[in-house]
């Protein structure tokens, strides 16, 4: 009986420090900034590129680059930007920062759930037509999780 390369994929695996509050309608100690060793899992399906590869690893290491060591917030509350500053503006709270400190999500709240959509969708755009399917899991802490599924249509 022979075997036939049924399907190929990639996994990626790196953690990434990072700080965030959330914006919830309730009571609750993550409306505070806080910070977290976020670990990130990648699955990424298709055929070879014509570099012998299904995507490139180091465009995995960028983005977690972006990320490390930084303030992670929504596009929804800068209030001012520019000048190399920006303000943040939610929960009582108005915080400026060099811009550079910042990733600004294209997202309304900056839940795992979102930052993993994020990440998703920044792989998504540096992706050949080999790729076919993206799985992002960011891990918050080591018992929590969320994770989303990209699929060619």
């Known amino acids: 009986m022979a075997f036939r390369i049924s399907e190929r994929k990639i996994g990626w695996h790196k953690d990434f420090d990072s700080s965030h509050f959330l914006a919830l309608p309730y009571e609750s100690k993550c409306l505070r900034i806080h910070g977290h060793t976020y670990n990130v899992d990648v699955e990424i399906w298709g055929d070879l590129n014509e570099n ?3 995507f490139d690893f180091n465009h995995l290491s960028n983005l977690v680059k972006l ?10 509350w800068v209030a001012e930007s520019g000048g ?15 811009e550079n ?8 709240n900056v839940t ?3 930052i993993a959509e994020w990440f998703a969708e920044k792989i998504a755009e540096k992706a050949g037509d080999n790729v076919r399917k993206i ?12 994770e989303v599924a990209l699929e060619r249509s």
């Open 101 to 108: 400190e910042a990733v600004v999500l294209n997202k309304p």
């Open 135 to 146: 799985r992002v899991k960011v891990w918050e802490d080591p018992r929590s999780y969320a």
């Open 67 to 76: 990320l490390d060591h930084r303030i992670l917030v929504s596009e929804n």
């Open 52 to 54: 012998g590869m299904i």
């Open 84 to 98: 190399g500053r920006l303000v943040i503006e939610k929960n009582g709270k108005r915080i400026e920062l060099p």
């Open 112 to 114: 795992a759930e979102y």
